[in-house]
Structure formats: C-alpha cells, structure tokens
C-alpha cells in the first residue's frame, strides 16, 4: 500500500514511519499543504493521511482542491485535534472519508486505511448503473447526478449512496449502514451522523424536495418523489 502522509509534526511523522514501513507501506511525506498537493497531484496513492492544521493550506483546503482541481477519489484519512461535530462536518464536507483525533491509536490507524483503501478498491470493476426517480449513480465511474446535475461526494457518499440506492424505497437500518462503510469497526456514533449530512447537503440542498429521507430510531431510505413520503 503506497501512502501520502501529510503532516507537520516531526514526530507524528517519525511514529507513522516506524509503525507502517516494517510492515511494507510504501510511504511519502509533506510537512505543509502546498508541498502535499504537489505530491498528490504527480504520484497515484492508495490513501492520503491528512492533518488538517497545516502551515500555508490547511487541510481542509487541500482536500477540496484534491477532489475538485485534480479531480482525486484517493481516500483521505484526516487527523485533527479537535473533535466538535461542526469540525467533523467541516471535515467530510471537505472531502475526507473518514478522522482520527489526536492523540490516536496507530493500530487504529491502520485499521481505518486498511477499511477505507479495501472499500476503494472493491467498488473499482465493471460499470454499474442505479437510478432511483431522477437520481443516478453510474458505480464505474463514480458519477451521480440529480435532474442531470453532477453531485460531488466522498468515496463514503458514494458508498451510502450506493447501499441506498440498491435498497430503494426500503429503509436500511442505521447499523446496515454502518456496517457497509466501515465493517466491524465503526468508530464513535457522531461518523455516520456526519456523513448523512454531508450526503443530504449535496444530494438534497439544491433541490425541491428531499430524497434523502431519516426514519426516526430506524435508519434511511430514498425515495423517487415527494409523494412517497
């Protein structure tokens, strides 16, 4: 597994190189932002570990330029210290798939990559196209629209949306949900809150009404209109 590791703590920096290269990560490393998106932009990573104080862009802003400038699905694994639900938002609205706060586990960590690059990987494959009402989602690709309109989500959007849309109009439980991005190894209870709403302000914040749709105590469903309820 090739990573990017993108942090400006030295020893953050030296425990991830102790921890992961006896074990045969291939790793590369940035101690500031700019330097990180030059690295992404010319080398293919399976994964991106991500810090997001940064010394001239910050992590969030080089997030979003990875998936909107260069157009990158590689997972993205952000580490921060703080561990409010609006930093978590702020994260996953950037394009992260999945944090860590700090201080955190490396075996932990490890765990998440591993997670995060075996879900990149097992969507790769033959072209796939799902639709519910005017919502499409080509799984090849990666391309989701809404009424012909380009949706822009993290590799764990896709793969809700994916889950909810195969599953269409049942309501899938939150824990299936869970299980489907991260296995046995969710971590705390605010992640999948989190992504659900970085998934709806894409999917649903433009639009007329909502088709992501949050069953109280149960889970979620999508539905084709507004009438379905």
């Not at 010319?42 to 080089?62: I, T």
């Not at 997670?115 to 989602?137: E, I, N």
Request: charged share 25%; net charge neutral; glycine share 10%.
């Amino acid at each position: 597994m090739r990573l990017l590791i993108i942090e400006d703590n030295p020893d953050i920096v030296a425990n991830l190189y102790g921890f992961l290269e006896p074990k045969g990560y291939v790793l590369d490393s940035a101690g500031n932002g700019y330097g990180g998106l030059a690295l992404a932009a010319q080398n293919e990573y399976d994964a991106v570990v991500l810090d997001v104080m940064l010394p001239g862009l910050n992590g969030l802003e080089l997030c979003q330029k990875l998936r909107g400038e260069l157009r990158k699905a590689t997972p993205v694994l952000m580490l921060t210290a703080r561990d409010t639900l609006e930093d978590k938002v702020a994260g996953f609205d950037s394009g992260a798939d999945d944090y860590l706060v700090k201080p955190f586990s490396l075996v932990e960590l490890e765990i998440r990559l591993k997670a995060l690059v075996r879900r990149a990987r097992g969507t790769h494959g033959g072209s796939s196209m799902l639709t519910v009402g005017k919502l499409t989602f080509d799984t090849g690709t990666f391309e989701a629209r809404r009424a012909g309109r380009p949706l822009a989500l993290t590799k764990t959007g896709y793969t809700i949306l994916k889950l909810l849309m195969k599953e269409a109009p049942k309501v899938v439980s939150r824990d299936a949900v869970a299980q489907e991005v991260w296995g046995d190894n969710p971590p705390d209870s605010d992640a999948l809150r989190v992504h659900i709403h970085a998934l709806r302000q894409a999917l649903d914040k433009p639009y007329p009404f909502p088709m992501l749709r949050t069953i109280s105590g149960i889970g979620y469903k999508l539905v084709a209109s507004d009438e379905q309820g």
